[in-house]
């Protein structure tokens, strides 16, 4: 899953695809790169970021939404709000990637029933400008399964059928640093909930802090190595799906675990 933000405020390229005609173009060159999906977000979901409202989060992806439908390309539209989902999957896209699990508007799961979507339900307890103030767990990967659990059942309760349900462990929200490698390092506890697993772990400040020098991150710019290391241990866990920004090193990380699962299978 290759990532455009059509953002101006997005931890990793906000501000370069506000252009509709240029996150086309982005899109394009993603699937080229080897993504199978192309997620499309008009509202950043960065640590601390505000929120902005409905009708500007649909002005920003729709057109890209259609551009990319055109050119033949699987789109996911990235967003917490039922009626920007609707008017995605109007334009052509084919999965709701909604990073609050549902939680943030009730009538999205109810979307993902009538239209028979996709849809991602990551592990989510509150809005960026406040997630990270709510990093307490008593048991921290049976909490994000049990939690995750609850939205599955929310959503199984709201009609939408089981093999539309993907989730996805939601690194660095809600979860300090540490917490992201516990996460990684338990991946087989997700994937042992029975449905598809997406991982996101893209150029995050994880990342960044583990591949500092004298006390100073890595730029997100270059961790795209370490996040090619994520996805091939991802893949060898179980994966389905990996979210990142530059597709070409995963994909082949992803070649690379397919090939040893094959193997290990013989």
């Known amino acids: 899953?290759?990532?455009?933000?059509?953002?101006?405020?997005?931890?990793?390229?906000?501000?370069?695809?506000?252009?509709?005609?240029?996150?086309i173009r982005h899109g394009i060159d993603l699937a080229a790169d080897g993504a199978d999906i192309v997620d499309v977000g008009g509202e950043s979901t960065r640590p601390g970021a505000l929120r902005i409202?409905?009708?500007?989060?649909?002005?920003?992806?729709?057109?890209?939404?259609?551009?990319?439908?055109?050119?033949?390309?699987?789109?996911?539209?990235?967003?917490?709000?039922?009626?920007?989902?609707?008017?995605?999957?109007d334009a052509g896209a084919s999965i709701i990637n909604d990073v609050s699990g549902g939680r943030a508007d009730p009538a999205m799961t109810a979307l993902a029933a009538q239209t028979g979507s996709p849809i991602v339900l990551?592990?989510?307890?509150?809005?960026?400008a406040t997630m990270q103030k709510h990093t307490r767990y008593d048991d921290l990967v049976a909490d994000i399964?049990?939690?995750?659990?609850?939205?599955?059942?929310?959503a199984?309760?709201?009609?939408?059928?089981?093999?539309r349900i993907i989730v996805d462990p939601g690194l660095g929200f809600s979860k300090t640093g540490?917490?992201?490698?516990?996460?990684?390092?338990?991946?087989?506890?997700?994937?042992d909930l029975g449905y598809p697993l997406l991982v996101a772990?893209?150029?995050?400040?994880?990342?960044?802090?583990?591949?500092?020098?004298?006390?100073?991150?890595?730029?997100?710019?270059?961790?795209?190595?370490a996040t090619a290391a994520v996805t091939a241990l991802a893949a060898a866990a179980g994966a389905w799906c990996i979210r990142v920004h530059d597709p070409a090193p995963s994909?082949?990380?992803?070649?690379?675990?397919?090939r040893l699962r094959q193997e290990a299978r013989r």
Do not use: C, Y
């Open 1 to 23: 899953m290759g990532v455009v933000n059509v953002t101006p405020d997005s931890f990793s390229d906000g501000g370069r695809w506000l252009d509709p005609a240029t996150a």
């Open 53 to 89: 409202d409905e009708d500007e989060e649909s002005r920003r992806v729709l057109p890209v939404i259609e551009g990319l439908v055109a050119e033949g390309i699987t789109v996911s539209v990235d967003t917490m709000r039922a009626g920007t989902a609707r008017r995605s999957l």
């Open 122 to 128: 990551m592990h989510w307890r509150e809005h960026s």
């Open 145 to 154: 399964r049990s939690e995750l659990t609850v939205q599955i059942e929310a």
């Open 156 to 163: 199984l309760a709201a009609g939408v059928a089981p093999d």
């Open 178 to 191: 540490e917490q992201n490698w516990t996460v990684l390092a338990h991946l087989d506890a997700f994937v």
């Open 201 to 225: 772990a893209s150029r995050k400040r994880f990342l960044g802090e583990l591949l500092a020098r004298d006390g100073v991150q890595r730029p997100v710019d270059g961790r795209d190595a």
């Open 251 to 258: 994909a082949d990380a992803v070649r690379v675990a397919a």
